[in-house]
């Protein structure tokens, strides 16, 4: 984890601080409609009717990292508790490094796969802290990037497998019920091809109503310059405004590949977009993708080919909003990850060193929050509240976590009292009684205390019968 755990006081109040400043500028901007992306956005002006919801054009020094802030990195060979080798057969390891994830210095980001002397592959891997991505009712999502694939052709691009995709949000924290959480591709490209591939993963694997594990897929060519030699542009649009429900693809503009939700039984579909999604981007090396072309990597490979991101937006559409109200987005009784906020006030993001690794949301003190649409505790009720938290805050200083339902201004349904636990990462699990609950809610979780400094972290939460 990052060494913001182990800020003194001071140092933690200043972080605080620089997060109160951040937001107060969020909510100027809000409140005077305006975009403020940085000062060399590259990103289009969202269209008319158009909101934008997240973006990242990558601006900052050559040679520094992602803004953690918007994207966690991936490393190793496989998600804690996860498949071997990600799940698909790839080879490399991922690692954090900016050898392999950096920036340019000229608003791009380069995930850039390396190979050692003993012939070992490392790349990049990163995806949103965000897992909410997801049309809002009656509207649509527009998800999109400017990418030049890894500029390298024939034999020396064997087994290159670079990506822009989106899985959905429970599969973070399970990393087993792939694939009937869904996934969606909006780009893959491998050995180097002239070719754009676009796949939605869904249902059973394998076979199964989605054909896994190839998935419902569609392909087509780069035009004007290959798909190696510049940049184009990658766009999935999900549409519930359509009389049957939809996901398109297109490159530069041009629809491509199209699913529509009367391709597979209701319950898969269900299963796969009733909740948000985060978005990934990686460059693989061999795997099961690039074993359909040919395979490698191989001795004639030529590591160092950058995949080059110039920028990622998110837009959504119509649906009387731009955020989905409730519909039973979120499980009640599997563990809520806290950095997976659908609001806030207050609240930082940091590396975990708890078991799974992830994130956890801190620098928590009297008068922050954090916003969960969309729980839904079903039709018997609820009557526990469990989080994961931890406390490095000095002798004397505590505060409660209260949990509301559907505004910040009711009051609570149920709460405990935490104070230091032995650092700000020594994680304890904290049980509580709540009022009964039932049916689908935003849930809040508030943070009161007598005094104004940090008193706990928080990793995840979930509730109990």
Request: charge should be negative; glycine fraction near 16%; charged fraction near 15%.
């Amino acid at each position: 984890m990052s060494e913001l755990s182990g800020m003194p006081p001071r140092r933690r109040s200043v972080r605080r601080a620089v997060v109160a400043v951040l937001g107060t500028l969020g909510l100027a901007a809000a409140a005077a409609g305006v975009v403020v992306p940085s000062a060399s956005a590259s990103a289009p002006t969202p269209p008319s009717g158009w909101t934008q919801v997240f973006l990242d054009d990558f601006t900052g020094p050559a040679g520094s990292g992602v803004n953690t802030s918007n994207w966690r990195y991936d490393t190793g060979t496989g998600y804690p508790g996860g498949p071997a080798n990600w799940g698909t057969g790839e080879i490399e390891t991922m690692t954090s490094s900016t050898d392999n994830v950096s920036l340019d210095g000229n608003g791009n980001l380069r995930i850039t796969p390396r190979r050692d002397g003993a012939g070992r592959w490392t790349s990049g891997r990163i995806e949103t802290n965000r897992t909410d991505f997801q049309p809002p009712s009656g509207g649509k999502l527009r998800v999109e990037a400017r990418i030049q694939v890894p500029n390298v052709t024939g034999a020396a691009a064997k087994g290159y497998w670079p990506a822009f995709w989106m899985l959905g949000a429970p599969y973070r924290g399970n990393y087993w019920n792939w694939p009937g959480v869904g996934e969606l591709d909006i780009m893959e490209n491998t050995q180097g091809m002239n070719t754009v591939f676009a796949t939605m993963h869904c249902g059973t694997a394998p076979g199964g109503p989605c054909n896994e594990n190839s998935g419902i897929g569609g392909n087509t060519t780069c035009s004007g310059t290959t798909c190696q030699a510049g940049f184009h542009t990658y766009r999935l649009e999900w549409d519930r405004s359509t009389s049957v429900e939809e996901i398109r693809f297109y490159l530069d503009g041009v629809n491509f590949h199209t699913v529509r939700a009367n391709q597979v039984d209701a319950t898969t579909w269900a299963n796969a977009t009733n909740h948000g999604y985060f978005i990934i981007l990686n460059v693989a090396m061999g795997g099961g993708f690039p074993d359909a072309f040919g395979g490698g990597p191989d001795g004639g490979t030529q590591p160092g080919h950058s995949m080059v991101v110039d920028y990622v937006q998110v837009l959504t559409s119509g649906g009387g909003g731009t955020t989905p109200p409730p519909t039973g987005n979120r499980d009640a009784y599997s563990a809520i990850q806290a950095e997976s906020f659908d609001g806030q006030s207050g609240v930082y993001t940091e590396s975990t060193s708890d078991t799974g690794g992830g994130q956890n949301i801190g620098a928590l003190a009297n008068g922050d929050w954090a916003l969960y649409r969309g729980v839904n505790f079903g039709s018997s009720a609820a009557r526990q509240f469990v989080a994961r938290v931890a406390s490095g805050a000095a002798s004397g200083v505590s505060g409660l976590v209260e949990v509301r339902l559907d505004s910040r201004t009711n009051a609570p349904i149920g709460s405990f009292a935490v104070g230091g636990t032995g650092g700000w990462q020594s994680w304890r699990t904290i049980p509580a009684n709540i009022g009964a609950v039932t049916g689908t809610h935003d849930v809040y979780l508030t943070f009161t205390s007598g005094q104004p400094a940090d008193f706990v972290n928080v990793n995840w939460f979930n509730f109990g019968h």
